[in-house]
């Protein structure tokens, strides 16, 4: 087992190599943190997901664009791609779950990708159903996956005005889970009138905003 110093040293480089967008750095820290012992969950939570936190500030506060959210995402699944797979099984029991997707007649999914990439760094389950998902694909999906949040992306004014009714479909499934919208022609006012329960101005603040309507 590796000494609590040179756990630290991983986990603090695993941090740096997300933020500075450096894969080999992350790989290699990341084979290190299972050649050596450490947890590979604690590595991913203390390491990994806090740097993609930080990077969702960055990102939220326009200091990094999306090119440098995406590359600190690729950072990010080179260390994922090692060390999930060392993951014990009790770590992944209580997982939050998330069925995301790109309304019917909306073929954009730059933004629902970034939404899905932070998600994932925080290590919620997601089914990604991709863009121009049929209405009562999310529906369907929900009956199956019992995720604890659906969110729905939508770029135009013209796929925005559907949300209303996948929300219905979805709600008629299943009036506990949680429905979160995002995309540039929302807002948060437009958001509650069509009955979501939570609004996300962009892919930084998407989990945090998940996270505070399960609290409630």
Not at 116 to 126: D, G, K, L, Q, T
């Amino acid at each position: 087992m590796a000494t609590s110093e040179r756990t630290q040293q991983l986990i603090s480089g695993l941090y740096e190599a997300v933020l500075n967008m450096d894969e080999d750095t992350a790989r290699e820290l990341s084979q290190a943190v299972v050649d050596e012992k450490v947890d590979a969950y604690f590595a991913i939570t203390n390491g990994l997901t806090a740097a993609m936190e930080k990077v969702g500030e960055l990102y939220s506060t326009h200091v990094y664009f999306v090119p440098e959210l995406l590359l600190c995402a690729d950072a990010l699944y080179a260390g994922l791609d090692i060390l999930r797979p060392h993951i014990k099984s009790a770590d992944t029991q209580n997982r939050r779950r998330l069925i995301i997707g790109t309304v019917e007649g909306d073929i954009h999914d730059i933004g629902k990708n970034l939404v899905r990439i932070m998600f994932e760094a925080a290590s919620w389950e997601v089914v990604d159903l991709g863009r121009d998902v049929q209405l009562r694909r999310f529906a369907e999906e929900q009956e199956k996956f019992h995720a604890h949040v659906v969110a729905l992306s939508a770029l135009m004014t013209t796929s925005m005005l559907a949300m209303p009714k996948a929300i219905e479909m979805i709600k008629g499934v299943d009036d506990k889970v949680a429905v979160l919208v995002g995309g540039a022609p929302l807002n948060r006012h437009i958001a509650e009138s069509y009955g979501a329960d939570g609004y996300a101005p962009d892919a930084g603040q998407a989990v945090q905003e998940a996270s505070r309507i399960l609290s409630r």
